[in-house]
């Protein structure tokens, strides 16, 4: 990896770049988080010369983490990959012979709900919690939202009202509670924030695949693996180098303009494909010679008329998090899966990764990573709601055994999705060549690690749409043309009634 102006490229004294050589690759990839990875993995076992180019000194973006204390505090995610072994990032992994593994749950979830914790080995569990009337309406509509057709006229309502359709909201306020708290946890959205079609597929999503896992030695562990193997290729990651411009002709993408960090020095590289794994506002800007900052992200202030595929990149709603890591002598978590919180304030979900991977911490001590939707602009009273939340579900234990490691606001250009899930956008761009991965781009019904790495089959498929010959053969036969992975049987939900289905039995 480079954080300096490569050797092979002379830099120009005054920036003299219009008179000055470049260096030509076959795709240049902006941005080294997953998605970027992830696509420069495929592009170079395709045989092809890539160049990834970060602007921060370390590749994975939100999906990696720092060393604090002997704790593996995440960039983003909490260490956790939400289909698991079964789902679309591992499989994608498996194929690109990337070393990793992964810890399934050995559970549904658990539930803090009337102040104490209740676990559930399978979906049947939750009785526990919900008592004979609220289970009764829960599997009724378990039953709709798996088996019936969702008429058309209901497919983008946002989820609450169709919830309030189906059931008596004031009757029911643990199995609100319950929709409530997952698609905090999992989608950083309210109910209101998100369609039914769209929670109805990544639920049927979430059952089909398998339980979610915690990735061994964290997710700095596979970002680790996966800049190895880029590197194993000859693939370039310039680090601490930001690309300033995307470059075209006549609608086709020529290349980048970008600054070297360390240096100053600025640069021109030639590519007839570049893959963004930036979003599409970033993106657009940079097509448009002009960065989008974090400031013009939060105000929303994005009101130029440029389009997408139609889709006004000005109408991009971003999900947004609080995430919390605790680093404690006593274990709040029983198991391996996520602990969702019913009764809190603003905290709606938890995990202890130390329970699967006790290396994350140091001997003795348990992670926990808490996280929630931002609900207000008031950034300190959320703060000071999730630790009155923490106090709660420990207890008395809290001040004595709990220390906080870090409370950060994800948000602006550094948020828990670029789009907020279901609203993501077209992978291909109005300019030639020009693609976009990564969390904003995710395929309805996967969410998460999973919508990227789907994103990046999605852009592969695409890629070999392209190709000619190929095409000719795909035609012949279907599978060979798909990257994208298709999600396995309905009936695998049923697994789910007494147990969470996955590795974690097994050695
Ligand atoms: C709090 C939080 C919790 C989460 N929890 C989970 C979880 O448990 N499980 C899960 O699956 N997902 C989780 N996620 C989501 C997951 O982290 C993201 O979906 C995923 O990491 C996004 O990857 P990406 O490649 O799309 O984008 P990124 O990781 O953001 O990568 C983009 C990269 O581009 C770089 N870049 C930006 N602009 C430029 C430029 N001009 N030039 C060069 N480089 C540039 C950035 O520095 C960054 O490294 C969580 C996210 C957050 C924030």
New binding site residues.
Partial sequence: MYEQVPARVEVAPENTLAAHPTKQFDAII???????LLSAAHLLQRGKQVLL????PHS????TAKNLHGVQVST???????FGSSGVLSHMLRRLNVPHRLYDADVFGSFHVHGRQYRSRGLLGVAKFLGPAQFRQFMRLGYVMFFQKLPDQQRQMPFDLWLERQIDVRRNPQLVAFFASISRFALSLELHQVSTAEVIRTTKNMFRYGAPAIVAGGCGELTRQLTQLVQSYNGEIFLS???LEILQEQNKVTGVRIKHKVTGAEEVLRAPLVVS??GPR?TTG?LENRRVRQAEVLKQKYADDHTFNDTAADDVQEAV?L?VHILSDISLIPHKGIMYCLDTKRIAGMVQPTNSDPSLAPAGKHLLIS?QVIQSNNVEEERALALADLRFMFGAAFDQHCQILTMGT?RGE????RVAQGEDVEPQLDVQGLYLV??AVKPSGYL?????AQSVNNFLDLLDDLDQQQSVAHKMDRRLRRNVMLPPSRLNALRWLWKAPGNSGKS
């Fill in positions: 902006i941005g080294a988080g997953l998605g970027g180019v970060e602007r921060l994975g973006g939100r999906f983003g995610a909490v260490h956790m990959v939400p180098c930001e690309v794994d930036i970033a940079l998090g995430k996280h994800y550094w948020p828990v999705n990564g969390d998460m690690v999973e919508g990227v």
